[in-house]
């Protein structure tokens, strides 16, 4: 059976450490982190991802602000709240929460966020440092740093040799995720929706991450023996075993079958998602810690 990565206590190690590095940076410089959260509009998963980095900002003694835009408020609105948030001395890291409702063009208002506070590791400066290499200044995305880190932890830093495939090619998980494994030297293939023969492709992975938000959607037999498997995906399902109108987390992969052939594997929930978070308060502790020189 599969070693199952324990997310929630690495990130629990990773936030220990984080409130150390807030605690020691108020001291010597009277510098209190601050990280500003935005959502606009009320979809419940966001909701309760906003509340959630909200707690554990507080958690970390950091300045921790939230911000909450009507659902019909105009894209402009949003972007003078990132500006005010930019200008703001007292906050290091601002994310503003997506999905955004559709009237607002997300992208354009990413940019505007600036890059020296984008803890998302969104914004084109960003995601250019990490494509080159740059990355003692540049912010990298939470879950692609959080499941890279449950890697390390796993089979170590150096991944030269070994093989790793991504499904899923999104900015905010597949490719930032496939840079990460490409700079500890794996041999990278990114795959989606699109590639054929995608359960083939998969057995060729050493390190095997799913972030396609398909629910168990990568089988066992998908799955080379020993691998180690990095499940980013969050779904909700309906649940009838457990009663009527119920619903269970799965994963991107059918956990049960991917245990029986993995070396190791994340659970959902308890593996990538508590990384996630942690990875942010990292990144804002880094951010308060550039601004302090
Ligand atoms: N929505 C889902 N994941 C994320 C994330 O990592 N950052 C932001 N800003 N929104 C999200």
Redesign the pocket.
Request: proline share 9%; with cysteine.
């Given at each position: 059976m599969a070693e199952r990565i324990d997310g929630k206590a690495v990130a629990a190690e990773v936030i220990e450490r984080v409130k150390r590095a807030a605690d020691a940076l108020r001291e010597k410089t009277g510098t209190k982190t601050g990280l500003a959260v935005v959502i606009v509009g009320d979809d419940p998963a966001s909701q309760v991802?906003v509340a959630s980095k909200g707690r554990m900002a507080k958690e970390c003694g950091f300045h921790s602000v939230e911000h909450r835009l009507p659902e019909d408020a105009s894209g402009d609105e949003l972007i003078d709240l990132v500006g005010r948030l930019n200008d703001d001395p007292s906050i290091h890291g601002i994310?503003?929460?997506?999905p955004l409702p559709a009237h607002m063009d997300a992208g354009r208002v990413i940019q505007t966020i600036s890059p020296e506070k984008d803890v998302?590791g969104f914004h084109f400066i960003n995601v250019g440092k990490l494509g080159t290499g740059e990355r003692e200044t540049a912010f990298v995305?939470?879950?692609p740093a959080g499941s890279m880190l449950l890697i390390e932890r796993t089979i170590g830093k150096e991944l030269s040799g070994k093989t790793a495939v991504v499904v899923g090619r999104s900015n905010?998980v597949g490719k930032p995720m496939a840079n990460l494994l490409l700079a500890a030297n794996a041999t990278v293939t990114i795959a989606h929706s699109r590639t054929p023969d995608l359960a083939a492709v998969c057995r060729t992975a050493d390190v095997l991450v799913a972030a396609v938000g398909r629910p168990e959607m990568v089988r066992g037999d998908w799955i080379k023996p020993g691998a180690v498997v990095i499940d980013v995906g969050i779904n909700r399902i309906d649940a009838p075993e457990r009663g009527e109108g119920k619903t269970r987390l799965v994963g991107d992969v059918a956990y049960g079958e991917a245990e029986k052939v993995a070396s190791a594997i994340t659970p959902v929930p308890g593996g990538v998602g508590p990384m996630?978070i942690a990875m942010l308060m990292a990144n804002a502790v880094t951010s308060a810690y550039r601004a302090a020189g």
């Open positions: 991802y994310l503003v929460q997506l998302d995305p939470c879950t905010i996630t």
